[in-house]
């Protein structure tokens, strides 16, 4: 079973940076989606950004801070985060679909705490 492993998270002050990525465990074919998702304590867990073909997906609270990468052929995606305030406090989480049987993958989470 391919899993999807996160990197980078901690703690990290107010105007701080921080960069994650995650990694798929083993192969991935087709993947044609590549998102990062996060939930902070008592919310929903909502899209932060996303890959799906060029043109990067942004939640309006993170454009112009947060950057999406990624490699389908590697089955990689990685998320530059700056300016970092902390509403930006989350549980984020890494997320892979492909085309073959429709599958679709999540990482474990990693966590984000911004100190003010």
């Known amino acids: 079973q391919v899993q999807l492993v996160e990197s980078g998270g901690g703690l990290v002050q107010a105007g701080g940076s921080l960069r994650l990525s995650c990694a798929a465990s083993?192969?991935?074919?087709?993947?044609?989606?590549m998102a990062w998702h996060r939930q902070a304590p008592g919310k929903q867990r909502e899209l932060v950004a996303a890959?799906?073909?060029?043109?990067?997906i942004y939640a309006d609270s993170v454009k112009g801070r947060f950057t999406i990468s990624g490699d389908v052929a590697k089955a990689t995606v990685d998320l530059e985060m700056s300016s970092l305030n902390p509403e930006d406090t989350a549980v984020y989480y890494c997320?892979?679909?492909?085309?073959?049987?429709?599958?679709?993958?999540w990482g474990q989470g990693t966590q984000v705490t911004v100190s003010s």
């Open positions: 083993g192969t991935i074919v087709s993947v044609y989606y």
């Open positions: 997320y892979i679909r492909s085309f073959y049987r429709g599958s679709d993958y």
């Open positions: 890959l799906s073909g060029s043109r990067p």
